[in-house]
Nanobody, 128 residues
Framework: QVQLVESGGGLVQAGGTLRLSCATSGRMFSTYSMGWFRQAPGKEREFVAAISWTGGGIHYSDSVKGRFTISRDNAKNTAYLQMNSLKPEDTAVYYC?????????????????????WGQGTQVTVVS
């Protein structure tokens, strides 16, 4: 069983930056593909970014491409989401997710149902 704990959310002005962290428990983090999703009030949870366990597959939604960067540090069992040039429409609860040995190389990375483990979420609020 893997536990995921997000941190780093907060209140920021438009154009600002935040870095979210997703710390994981258990072993074998390096074998987990990790994803970030977000959910705004009244909306469905949507895909933001994913990074495969092999490190070779990195994917972003069109809405964050060029502004957000997903990364991982296997030595620290942690995934990150660097968010730059934040916009008010980025306001949401951000969730990290994981799945072991998930060959996240294509559109399957975007599907919530593909991930087995989820964190509790961290709030990001961007004000103009």
């Amino acid at each position: 069983q893997v536990q995921l704990v997000e941190s780093g959310g907060g209140l920021v002005q438009a154009g600002g930056t935040l870095r979210l962290s997703c710390a994981t428990s258990g072993r074998m983090f390096s074998t987990y593909s990790m994803g970030w999703f977000r959910q705004a009030p009244g909306k469905e949870r949507e895909f933001v970014a994913a990074i495969s366990w092999t490190g070779g597959g990195i994917h972003y939604s069109d809405s964050v491409k060029g502004r957000f960067t997903i990364s991982r540090d296997n030595a620290k069992n942690t995934a990150y989401l660097q968010m730059n040039s934040l916009k008010p429409e980025d306001t949401a609860v951000y969730y990290c997710s994981g799945r072991r040995f998930f060959d996240c190389s294509g559109s399957e990375c975007y599907a919530r149902a593909e991930y087995d483990y989820w964190g509790q979420g961290t709030q990001v609020t961007v004000v103009s």
